[in-house]
Nanobody
């Protein structure tokens, strides 16, 4: 299985972008997909996650109300709709997949994911 992240770019503050994470090959029907981001000089941080089964979603407080994670099972793709973008959202965004069913605390920990995409750069100008 491979993950392909896309959709990054340059946008002005207040604008929107939609990131996509396409999974090729066998997918993880009982696992989850998460989005993380890493800004220059900072640690990688959790952004949002969605369970393949049931579709429950989770996000970090700083993006609640602005970012929405969703999935299209038929296309094996997870999306991150980012609205009202701020300069502090500037980072490389990575999608990651976990094969096994996660407990809640697994979702925000990058080491609990098995497979990573290559990252896509999001730059928000002020």
């Amino acid at each position: 299985v491979q993950l392909q992240a896309s959709g990054g770019g340059l946008v002005q503050a207040g604008g929107s972008l939609r990131l996509s994470c396409a999974a090729s090959g066998r997918t993880f029907s009982s696992g989850a997909v998460g989005w993380f981001r890493q800004a220059p000089g900072k640690e990688r941080e959790f952004v949002a996650a969605i369970r393949w089964s049931g579709g429950s979603t989770y996000s970090t407080d700083s993006v609640k109300g602005r970012f929405t994670i969703s999935r299209d099972n038929a296309k094996n793709t997870v999306y991150l709709q980012m609205d009202s973008l701020k300069p502090e959202d500037t980072a490389v965004y990575y999608c990651a997949a976990r094969r096994s069913r996660p407990i809640y605390s697994d979702l925000s920990v990058h080491s609990r994911y098995d497979l990573w995409g290559q990252g896509t750069l999001v730059t928000v100008s002020s």
